[in-house]
């Protein structure tokens, strides 16, 4: 078996034997792009040398020790590391292998890059990973640059970035690419795709004088260009003051100033931009997918020295071929839900599923959930394709002011206006057919709107009467599902079941019974308003509402914590308090729209430990008090804003905004209980895919029940292969786990997080409960961790669900990076008395643990008090 090879003779396939990167630059060779001359030592080389030597037995007695992730564990065993294969011997053949191949290649300096299996891939580009070394101008030193290169695969810094990203390290193993180094005048890097906003449709371009080094290292600013697809047009242009620049010396590679005279000067002409970007799309194209290429030029001539997937950008949702033109598509996960997490296999397809009823109303074509293609997945998170109701540009104000946007989500409201100005031109160029559409579906309308007007008229006229009448058309739901899980024949009969369109139309329908009284706050507020000196009264008729179930659930666990504490017990599964709990509220989890998401019946420690946690800080009291004082300040509220208003002689407005507040407390409080409905449906359905699961294990299909969750209803009805897919859909939800999904992503690939801000660098968001709290700072990514939440702590966090509802009695305040007035955090940080601001850009990197800072829930604005305060 061969371990050293020309690098012309490596391919895509040799991934391998030939690590990442040499398969991508051999690829390269055979596309006839212009890539150095060199060789590929293969990764067998490595295993053969380690053996050799016996260094096999001791790294893998080192590597151990990476488990504990801690950066002084982390150095010295890559210190171990270097310094044993830095003393071993190469055995002979592989010595005069390599030799061999080093004279014919002729060079006087060649460049020795690492190329492990694990680097350059699609998921994960380990830039700047693993050690290269230029100019390198003897064999022996050849020799010890290769040994160099496999002890970067233990570096410090490889393993860290290993750990962070999941790569096992049984699959790592380090090949070596040698090439000649190619003196060049001037190198940069170009992006096929602008790596900075995520569009496909631009290229981004640097380059500076010089070797690559310099601007690799950091050590130059190199000019920039953006080039428009598909001609290259250069739309940007950056000439930076380039004073220094990476050279061959005697010693390897070293930094010298830049004449004067080219400092200013652009690096590249207009010909070389256009032939760069020329051989740009050539390398994407091959590749299928956009690269980060590495490139120098020397004597005119340019080279590509490297490339690889860029593997930072967001997927884009796919669009059917025949909807051309720009295309606006919205993180329904995270403006409907406050999501901010991937969905599982199963929890995609089922949420996708929950459309096709009411979307089959309107176009009896659509067969599966995958006809669609307006709501479609990307990175694990669903995304609703907008672009045709938001052609006519008199509709914008309508969309943007609807309660979705403008209560649940305002910063994504604020980021789709800037979206829309910026691409006026191109979205209102096709003609609106949204009217047509509405003529065309008059009938199916009315099927859904005209049942929902007339629950809205039964509230408006009994909210007492509307609410038994909701909770009894709701609670009816769940028993309709076990129903019909009792009739199912067979497998298919009971995925058939997996289906909540029609809760879609009808579940979701009863909230009609609310829609009188949404904007009743907001309606008693502008009357009373020109009668009143202050209106921030009305903040508090909003705080603790009856009748709202995840109020309920936390005002149990609170008298949970007050009765075991009071009786000497810490809370246990045989606690007959805990497992009332779990009876009545189990079905919750801590991502409830995710059907596949354990449940806290199934996984009952959160509960457990917040139990705890309440009696640790003694919260319980402060928590019952708070919401009893709340009932008692809202109805004070009430009775003195309608004072006000008929000592001003106001009769007739006190006795309307009277009404307005107590219709309101009345019914509103039901706002949650369609969401809890739903987590009850989703425990029904659970146990349906457990028995299926365990149907597919006796078959030989799978191998563990619960493995049923990584699949799509679809994947389990063709019944195909589900052992590899099971295994596919974890990666790619592990990998999903990492991304950062994009409020707003375009078709062009452009990905808007935030809306552009004003520039003024206050740390300002949008104020959703009133109160001002200085406390410590505590960053918490999931409601599991909610043990380190002492009392007083000001909780910092992306968004929240209903799971976190428990841990806001122990919050002294709260700062998220999602959400609007009335998004769950926002509702129940009202109902508990907790001042609470939204809407943070990157809450969750700006503050630290251990700052103070203090949360202004009236003006929305946050200070830092106190920074780097140890724990």
């Given at each position: ?11 895509e396939g ?8 040499a ?10 792009l ?5 060789f ?24 151990e020790?990476?488990k ?7 150095e010295?065993?890559?210190?171990e ?10 055995p ?6 390599i ?49 160099l ?8 810094r ?41 569009r496909r ?22 000019d ?16 930076q003051?380039?004073?220094?620049m ?20 652009p690096?590249?002409?207009?010909e ?6 020329d ?24 080279y ?17 071929e ?11 996960s ?11 296999p199963?929890g995609?397809?089922?949420?996708k ?14 067969q599966?959930?995958?006809d669609?293609?307006?709501?479609a ?6 995304y ?27 910063i994504?409201a604020r ?12 979205l ?6 949204m009217?047509?559409?509405?003529l ?21 006229l ?24 009792k ?30 009284v ?7 507020r ?14 508090l ?22 009765k ?24 919750r ?56 208003l ?15 507040l ?26 349906i ?16 029940m ?9 994947e ?14 974890r ?24 809306p ?49 509802t ?31 601001v939204?809407?943070?850009k ?14 202004n ?5 946050v ?9």
């Amino acid at each position: 078996m061969k371990l050293v090879e020309k690098l012309e003779k490596i391919g895509e396939g040799d991934l391998n034997i030939a690590g990442g990167k040499a398969a991508n630059l051999g690829a390269m060779v055979r596309a006839g792009l212009p890539v150095p001359e060199g060789f590929v030592v293969f990764t067998r080389a490595y295993y053969e040398f380690m053996e050799a030597n016996n260094l096999i037995e001791r790294t893998q007695g080192l590597l151990e020790g990476t488990k504990r992730n801690e950066k002084f564990v982390l150095e010295e065993i890559s210190r171990e590391i270097k310094t044993l294969l830095e003393g071993g011997e190469f055995p002979e053949k592989l010595r005069k292998e390599i030799e061999g191949y080093y004279r014919e290649l002729g060079s006087t300096a060649v460049a020795v890059r690492s190329s492990a299996t694990a680097e350059d891939l699609g998921d994960s580009s380990f830039a700047g990973q693993y050690d290269s070394f230029l100019n390198v101008t003897s064999f022996p030193d050849l020799l010890n640059y290769i040994k160099l290169c496999w002890a970067s695969l233990w570096s410090e810094r490889a393993i860290a970035y290993r750990v962070k990203t999941g790569v096992i390290e049984d699959e790592l193993a380090p090949g070596v690419i040698v090439q000649d180094l190619v003196d060049g005048e001037k190198s940069g890097i170009l992006f096929s795709a602008n790596p900075v906003n995520g569009r496909r449709d631009q290229m981004l371009l640097n380059s500076s004088w010089g070797l690559g080094e310099a601007i690799v290292n950091g050590e130059v600013s190199p000019d920039q260009w953006i080039l428009e697809k598909p001609e290259g047009t250069i739309s940007r242009e950056e000439i930076q003051e380039k004073d220094l620049m990476s050279i061959r010396t005697d010693g390897g590679i070293g930094v010298v100033p830049v004449h004067s005279d080219k400092q200013g000067q652009p690096s590249l002409s207009k010909e070389e931009i256009a032939e760069l970007f020329d051989l740009g799309k050539k390398v994407e194209d091959y590749f299928r997918a956009p690269q980060d290429i590495e490139w120098t030029c020397k004597r005119g001539k340019f080279y590509l020295v490297q490339s690889r997937p860029i593997t930072s950008l967001y997927p884009v949702p796919p669009t059917p071929e025949d909807k051309k033109g720009l295309r606006v598509h919205i993180n329904f996960s995270l403006v409907s839900q406050g999501m901010q997490e991937p969905l599982t296999p199963i929890g995609e397809s089922a949420l996708k599923r929950m459309f096709l009823y009411p979307a089959r109303m309107f176009n009896k074509d659509i067969q599966n959930e995958e006809d669609l293609w307006w709501f479609a997945p990307a990175g694990g998170r669903m995304y609703l394709d907008m672009t045709d109701a938001l052609r006519n540009e008199k509709r914008w104000k309508d969309i943007i002011n609807n309660e979705l946007f403008s209560d649940q989500e305002p910063i994504t409201a604020r980021a789709l206006i800037q979206v829309l100005e910026r691409n006026k031109e191109e979205l209102t160029g096709e003609k609106s057919r949204m009217f047509s559409w509405i003529l065309r579906n008059i009938i199916p309308l009315l099927k859904i709107l005209t049942p929902m007007a007339k629950k809205a008229l039964y509230g408006k006229l009994s909210q007492e009467k509307a609410r038994k009448k909701a909770l009894q058309e709701w609670d009816e739901w769940p028993g309709k599902i076990e129903k019909q899980w009792k009739k199912a024949k067979n497998m298919e009969e009971k995925l058939d079941i997996i289906d909540l369109s029609k809760y879609t139309v009808e579940g979701f329908g009863i909230l009609s019974y609310l829609a009188p009284v949404m904007q009743n706050v907001e309606k008693a507020r502008k009357m009373a308003g020109p009668y009143l000196e202050d209106a921030s009264e009305f903040d508090l008729v909003v705080q603790a509402l009856p009748h709202n179930i995840t109020t309920e659930m936390g005002l149990e666990l609170m008298r949970i914590a007050e009765k075991l504490d009071n009786e000497g017990r810490q809370p246990s599964l045989e606690d007959r308090e805990i497992q009332d709990f779990l009876a009545r509220y189990g079905t919750r989890s801590n991502q409830e729209i995710d059907l596949g998401i354990p449940q806290w019946k199934e996984e009952p420690e959160y509960i457990l430990e917040l139990v705890q946690s309440y009696i640790d800080n003694q919260s319980y009291s402060k928590g019952l008090d708070n919401f009893a004082r709340g009932e008692r300040e809202a109805e004070q509220a009430i009775e003195n804003i309608t004072g006000k208003l008929e000592k001003a002689g106001q009769l007739k407005k006190a006795r309307k905004v009277e009404r307005l507040l107590r219709d309101y407390r009345r019914l509103f409080g039901l706002r949650e209980q369609s969401k809890f409905i739903l987590t009850r449906i989703h425990s029904i359905f659970r146990d349906i895919l457990k028995e299926i699961g365990e149907e597919l294990v006796s078959r030989g299909k799978l191998d563990d029940m619960m493995d049923v969750f990584f699949l799509r209803l679809g994947e389990i009805k063709e019944g195909q292969n589900l052992k590899a897919l099971v295994q596919k859909n974890r990666e790619e939800y592990k990998k999903n786990l990492a991304l950062t999904a994009p409020r707003i992503i375009l078709s062009t690939g452009e990905s808007i997080f935030y809306p552009e801000e004003d520039g003024d660098g206050a740390i300002k968001g949008i104020p959703v409960s009133a109160g001002v709290c200085e406390g410590p700072v505590r960053v918490l990514s999931s409601p599991e961790e909610g043990s380190k939440l002492k009392k007083g702590d000001i909780l910092v966090t992306r968004g929240t669900n209903p799971a976190w509802t428990p841990l806001f009695i122990n919050a002294g305040a709260l700062i998220m990076e999602t959400g609007g007035p009335i998004s769950h955090g926002s509702v129940v940080a009202r109902e508990y008395g907790v001042p609470a601001v939204v809407g943070i850009k990157d809450a969750t990197t700006r503050f630290q643990d251990g700052q103070v800072v203090r949360v202004n829930g009236e003006t929305g604005a946050v200070e830092i008090m106190k920074e780097g305060v140890s724990e």
